[in-house]
């Protein structure tokens, strides 16, 4: 299970607190913080506009590059080639 910066960034829309929250939460249940890096950004940029969120595109570039499965209650999310867990 990994979590993203992108994910940590879109909690502190909420508050920092609870991104530090869902950082140590997902930390302590056995998750590695997954740097964004420059072939995930290319991915999501040739992505189809499947899905427009552009967190959601960076988190399934992510889950392409690295042969990870991705999890999302999205239905959105099955249309790309990718590993998924329904959440």
Do not use: C
Request: proline share 2%.
């Amino acid at each position: 299970m990994t979590a993203t910066g992108g994910q940590l960034f879109d909690q502190l829309a909420w508050k920092e607190r609870d991104a530090l929250n869902f950082r140590d939460q997902s930390l302590a249940a056995g998750a590695a913080l997954l740097t964004i890096n420059e072939a995930h950004a290319i991915e999501t940029a040739a992505f189809p506009g499947i899905h427009e969120d552009p967190f959601d595109r960076l988190i399934i570039a992510q889950a392409r590059i690295e042969g990870m499965t991705a999890v999302s209650s999205d239905a959105r999310w099955s249309e790309y080639s990718i590993a998924l867990r329904r959440a």
